[in-house]
């Protein structure tokens, strides 16, 4: 789904009254895959089967959150063994790239099979963090996806980037 039907369709359904689930404790992959998320992160979609997925907006308090959506989410592919594992971050490594305005960090992150770059969404520009590990024959994709800048400043920003961190550290164990 393209990022300006994703905010229309999330858009429509909080005007619409529809409860949207609260996160914290979150299972996967028939509870092989196991995270908490912060309590005012907002469950926006999810899909079961393969692959699994969980998307969560994390609230930005700031006038510029009406134009841009951040947002975290995980997704569990079953795959066969190492092999499939590296096709599955190779293509999305292929496809982060294909993403308009697609620069990588220059302060990469220095674990494997961990990506940080910056792209365009809408016309605004993106700090993105995404993370794959192999367990149990899941891929388990971890991506964060914020504004570059927020006006809700540069606190909300860290607050965002160590919020995902602690995914990432609950999900590579």
């Not at 393969?50 to 998307?55: C, F, G, S």
Request: proline fraction near 5%.
């Amino acid at each position: 789904m393209n990022f300006r039907r994703y905010m229309m369709v999330t858009a429509v359904l909080l005007l619409a009254g529809i409860a949207v689930a609260q996160a914290d404790d979150v299972s996967m992959a028939s509870g092989s895959v196991h995270f908490s998320t912060p309590s005012n992160w907002v469950g926006i979609m999810q899909a079961d089967g393969d692959p699994e997925v969980r998307v969560f907006q994390v609230p930005d308090p700031s006038p510029s959150a009406s134009s841009t959506l951040a947002r975290v989410s995980v997704t569990v592919k079953q795959v066969a063994n190492l092999q499939d594992f590296n096709s599955y971050v190779g293509d999305g490594v292929a496809k982060a790239k294909q993403l308009k305005d697609y620069q990588p960090s220059q302060s990469a992150s220095s674990e494997q099979n961990s990506f940080v770059y910056t792209a365009s969404e809408s016309g605004s520009p993106y700090t993105y963090v995404e993370h794959y590990w192999f367990r149990d024959g899941h891929a388990i994709q971890l991506r964060c996806a914020r504004p570059s800048a927020s006006q809700a400043g540069q606190a909300w920003a860290t607050a965002f980037d160590r919020d995902c961190s602690s995914i990432a550290s609950t999900l590579g164990t």
